[in-house]
């Protein structure tokens, strides 16, 4: 809710140690937000404008299930697989890898069920090995390592370092071997290091599509004391609708608390918000008076460009009264805190 009182400001954004306890993720990894942004783009993962480097190559995978007396059976299976990586922004990638078809592999065997064995994954980069593991890009819950899971449905997968410090962003090359004790062969895909221009990666470049995971408070760390909260959700009853709702805590020209809101609802893939702003006044502390109805300010614009990173672009109307703070502008904050357990890194 907005609101101007004659009070100093609570200043909420007056947490500036904490920035300097943030810590950026590990090199070998990728931001989470751009496994959202990838899981939850309009287009089919694989059919996805990825940042088009191919590393193909076969291999044999175990496959085991029922044969049609009724027993155990194992056998293996030569697949295709291969590798694009994904724009995260800046110099960050998320590597995919894609085991085609797996299910349709299952039509060429006499058995009643079948399931194929996901492969063990290991990086190697300048003499260092780093276990890998697989996320699904297709159920969220569904984490494969090669040492106890099968493959169903899944066949695109973005792959994580499970240990070491392999950096998945340079060169290294992707082992693929059995788990242990299973039938098949090994292969080794050779992955160049993602250098990214505006010709070849554009999604490199620019604004990241909005998700829940760039909910928190933002700021200007040489000019503290001023700043915004945002609050990023889902529309209940929509799918793949969501909404952001922000609260601008600043000041007015003779240094009292001025605060301006706002909010849009946005789609799966956007990123581009541009949102009516409003104000609120005339309440008193504790309740004591029901504040004034809204009153329209401008328009707000806002992109995201990293995990770290607001940029926003306000707009006031040109008739608002003397003492109500107006013009057109362009900031870029800082991120100064993030929501418990989500992180955006």
């Known amino acids: 809710m907005n609101q101007r009182s004659k009070s100093r400001p609570a200043r909420p954004i007056l947490l500036c140690a904490i920035a300097a306890l943030a810590s950026p993720a ?27 480097h191919e590393f193909p190559a076969r291999m ?24 694009k ?52 890009l297709y159920n969220k819950d569904n984490v494969y390592a090669g040492d106890r899971n099968r493959i169903g449905y899944d066949t695109s997968y973005a792959l994580e370092i499970e240990d070491g410090h392999v950096d998945l962003n340079l060169p290294f090359t992707l082992i ?3 788990p242990e004790g299973k039938l098949g062969d090994s292969a080794r895909l050779s ?11 554009p999604d490199a470049y620019g604004a990241r599509p909005v998700n829940g995971r760039y909910a928190g408070n933002y700021f200007d760390p040489d000019k503290p004391g001023e700043g915004v909260t945002i609050e990023i959700g889902d529309v209940p009853d929509k799918e793949k609708t969501h909404y952001l709702q922000f609260s601008w ?35 008193r502390f504790g309740g004591a008076r029901r504040a004034d109805a809204l ?38 904050w800082q991120r100064l805190t993030g929501i418990s357990g989500f992180a955006c890194n």
Not at 264 to 282: E, Q, S, W, Y
Request: charged share 20%; hydrophobic share 35%.
């Open 191 to 201: 992955v160049a290091p993602f250098r990214p221009t505006p010709e070849t990666s």
């Open 249 to 283: 805590f600043s000041y007015d020209s003779e240094g009292k608390p001025f605060w301006i809101s706002g909010g849009t609802n946005f789609l799966d893939g956007d990123k581009h918000l541009r949102m009516p702003v409003a104000i609120r006044g005339g309440g």
């Open 60 to 83: 044999s995978l175990s496959a085991v299930g029922t044969d049609s007396d009724g027993g155990y059976a194992v056998t293996a299976h030569e697949v295709s697989m291969d590798m």
């Open 176 to 178: 693929a071997s059995q």
């Open 85 to 136: 990586r994904y724009p995260c922004g800046g110099d960050t990638s998320l590597v995919v890898l894609r085991i085609a078809d797996p299910l349709d592999a299952f039509n060429m065997h006499t058995f009643d069920t079948n399931e194929l064995m996901f492969p063990r994954l290991s990086a190697e980069q300048e003499g260092m090995v780093s276990r890998v593991r697989g996320v699904s």
């Open 26 to 52: 590990w090199a070998g990894h990728y931001p989470k937000a751009c496994l959202d942004a990838l899981r939850s783009s309009p287009q089919p993962v694989w059919e996805h404008d990825l940042f088009q």
């Open 295 to 332: 009153t329209s300010w401008g328009t707000v614009e806002m992109e995201f460009s990293d995990c770290s990173t607001l940029s926003l672009d306000y707009s006031a109307n040109a008739d608002l009264p003397q003492s109500v703070p107006g013009g057109q502008g362009h900031l870029q």
